[in-house]
């Protein structure tokens, strides 16, 4: 029942967040389709939607969600399409490239700008050859810790991990993902020395958590809800900005103990650069009033996500800032990211 309540808390915020975004960009019957000579209104064929993550990941579920709602609005199917590999590089590649006619899109997640600012031979630069569309989502991590860990706020789990360097491990999804540096801005503002332990995905991190082979974690909340009510795992605040409706008892890591910390595992839509500005104002368009739907918002909760939306401005600068951040990381924190 508790679980139900906070899904309807959240999509009811998510709702209200959404409506409130503006909708400067919608000129949808300016858009004509590049595609052909005929001067027919876009979109006038199927559109691929490249989810460089794979089947059944948050990526997939929110591009298939998002795709069925622009399937209903304009009478034309939306294919996701999956392309994994590379951390995420190689769909994100195979939309750069793809022919700008505004038929290839691809939803990319926070990862990505992380990979960005690791990554000097990535085959595209995000900020430059991909053309923002629009924010579709937020999603904050959980801090949780195992119950051996004498700790019961962030200021305690500090101090232990003050008076313990390099006791503690923190276990995360791989080396140069989000999860990862989610930890390792922890440490670096937090002045501790948590060690890094990469696994092979999310899964993987929770049972070593419940063995204690790693006493610390940065993951989603819902993803964290059964051993938490369980008392197997203990959370201690949200990554977010501010404290979230769905668990208003949780602070936030910045009021607890680490002002200013903030890690956010967005979601959002891009497309080539070279795609028409009017194409890419008509997808943004659609792609807001899509996220406006209770239903969308119902089905963001389930993952524990909201949704959000932005112009493609908004988008970029936010594409920007994120590959800043952790470029910034990287160097202050002087960051080994071999293996």
């Known amino acids: 029942m508790r679980q139900l309540s906070l899904t309807v808390r959240a999509a009811a915020l998510a709702c209200a967040v959404v409506a409130a975004q503006p909708l400067t960009a919608a000129q949808p019957d300016s858009a004509k389709d590049p595609s052909t000579g005929s001067g027919q209104a876009y979109p006038n064929k199927p559109i691929r939607f490249i989810v460089p993550f794979a089947p059944g990941?948050?990526?997939d579920t929110t591009a298939r969600t998002i795709g069925q709602k622009l399937s209903d609005m304009w009478g034309q199917q939306v294919v996701v399409d999956n392309r994994t590999g590379a951390g995420g590089a190689i769909g994100v590649d195979l939309t750069a490239k793809a022919v700008p006619d505004g038929y290839t899109i691809c939803l990319i997640s926070a990862s990505l700008s992380v990979n960005s600012a690791v990554n000097a031979k990535l085959p595209y630069d995000l900020a430059k050859d991909l053309a923002a569309i629009s924010?579709?989502?937020s999603l904050f991590y959980a801090v949780?810790?195992?119950p051996s860990v004498p700790a019961n706020t962030i200021k305690e789990l500090v101090a232990y991990a003050k008076a313990n360097p390099a006791k503690l491990n923190f276990g995360s999804s791989g080396n140069a993902t989000l999860q990862h540096f989610a930890g390792e801005l922890f440490n670096h503002m937090a002045g501790v020395r948590i060690v890094h332990v990469p696994y092979k995905g999310t899964a993987a991190v929770i049972p070593a958590m419940l063995a204690g082979d790693v006493q610390v974690g940065f993951g989603t909340l819902f993803g964290v809800r059964p051993h938490m009510t369980s008392g197997r795992l203990r959370v201690l605040a949200?990554?977010?900005g501010k404290r979230s409706p769905a668990v208003p008892e949780l602070p936030t890591v910045s009021e607890a103990g680490v002002p200013g910390y903030e890690v956010?595992?967005?979601y959002g839509v891009i497309?080539?650069?070279k795609v028409p500005t009017a194409i890419v104002r008509k997808l943004n368009a659609a792609i807001i009033e899509a996220l406006k739907s209770?239903?969308?918002a119902k089905r963001f909760a389930a993952d524990g996500s909201t949704p959000t939306g932005s112009t493609p401005q908004q988008f970029s600068a936010?594409?920007?800032?994120e590959i800043a951040k952790w470029r910034k990381l990287v160097k202050e924190a002087k960051l080994e990211l071999q293996g």
């Not at 936010?318 to 800032?321: A, G, K, L, V």
């Open 135 to 137: 924010q579709a989502s």
């Open 144 to 146: 949780y810790i195992n």
């Open 318 to 321: 936010h594409i920007q800032s």
């Open 264 to 266: 956010d595992q967005w």
């Open 238 to 240: 949200i990554t977010a």
């Open 294 to 296: 209770p239903d969308v």
């Open 57 to 59: 990941a948050g990526t």
């Open 271 to 273: 497309t080539s650069a």
